[in-house]
């Protein structure tokens, strides 16, 4: 995946987040409507989100130590991870701590602030302009996903990527835009009713979404960050490079591990003739590492180890028992 189109969604969706959230909390000052709060704070921590995702990016091209022999690649896999713990807490359990309150105080006969208010209208336009920077910042992360996307579905490209960046934009601008239009649809619902239950009913519904989207990163990143293998495809070619080096005999078995979403791992014990010499295999063994890096480019650390073939041994049949 392009280092490059993941950067680019980030920015597209940190820059929008930042005006949206300016705006929205204007918005629940002047109203004091609860949607819009909950709304607000969702946009700071998606730019909170946004910051880490960046960070974790510039951090993760640090040179390798001793103590870290592979690498930081992964730190892009944990500050993604903690991506999904701010959305999670700051994001979707504020919105329903947010809901819980505002109901406590509609059903406690507390007069609604947004009924009351002369400026019922800002949340609505708000809303509006929030979904139309929402929209165009989701945009640029569907533009940039397709690059990289290939022939997968959305669901197969968000489960496979092993670059988390691009998908938890998508999921944030996604859950964002839902999150505007529940915000709008309780708003809404409340000018026309004069029933403050709406405006707790959306903010409840943001919570909800949040959460669930928190949830889904987490899963996702989680497996990451345990270290998933190589997609079939370059699992396929790098195969296909080592059986078909000169002097290769054939794959005894093949591992592959990411390091981070531009590194590879590949470690295999491939099999040869008994009767080569030290200097053949060696020349067998460079062959093969230049032919996996040519096939996967991302295969940036090789381990193959030779060995000869042995057949397995047919399993024994258990004597009959005599009766």
């Not at 919105?95 to 507390?110: F, P, S, W």
């Not at 996604?174 to 009713?193: D, E, K, P, Q, R």
């Not at 707790?200 to 889904?216: F, H, P, R």
């Not at 080096?245 to 295999?268: F, N, S, W, Y």
């Amino acid at each position: 995946m392009s280092a490059n189109a993941g950067t680019k969604a980030v920015v597209a969706a940190l820059a929008a987040n930042l005006g949206i959230a300016v705006t929205k909390f204007a918005a629940w000052a002047i109203t004091g409507a609860s949607s819009m709060l909950a709304e607000a704070i969702h946009s700071v921590a998606d730019s909170g989100n946004q910051l880490l995702l960046l960070i974790g990016a510039r951090r993760s091209h640090r040179d390798a130590t001793p103590e870290h022999p592979f690498g930081f690649g992964r730190e892009r896999y944990i500050y993604s991870f903690i991506v999904a713990i701010v959305l999670f807490s700051v994001g979707g359990l504020f919105a329903l701590y947010e809901a819980v309150h505002k109901y406590e105080e509609v059903h406690g006969g507390h007069p609604n602030e947004l009924l009351e208010s002369d400026w019922w209208w800002i949340p609505l336009v708000v809303l509006g302009a929030a979904i139309v920077m929402e929209g165009f910042s989701f945009r640029t992360a569907i533009v940039e996903s397709n690059k990289v996307r290939g022939g997968r579905s959305w669901v197969q490209f968000i489960r496979s990527a092993k670059a988390p960046e691009l998908p938890v934009v998508l999921l944030e601008d996604l859950a964002a835009l839902l999150g505007l239009v529940f915000a709008l649809t309780g708003i809404s619902m409340t000018l026309l009713t004069d029933n403050g239950y709406w405006d707790a009913a959306g903010t409840a519904a943001i919570g909800l979404l949040l959460v669930c989207v928190a949830v889904i990163l987490a899963i996702e990143t989680k497996s990451l960050l345990l270290g998933e293998s190589a997609g079939p495809r370059a699992v396929g070619a790098i195969r296909t490079a080592i059986e078909q080096t000169t002097g290769i005999d054939r794959i005894i078995h093949l591992k592959t591990l990411h390091l981070g979403p531009d590194e590879l791992l590949v470690a295999a014990k491939v099999a040869v003739e008994h009767d080569d010499t030290a200097a053949s295999v060696a020349a067998a063994i460079d062959s093969a590492e230049a032919a996996i890096r040519d096939a996967e480019p991302l295969a940036s650390v090789i381990y193959l180890e030779p060995d000869i073939y042995r057949e397995p041994a047919a399993a024994s049949t258990p004597p009959e028992q005599v009766s």
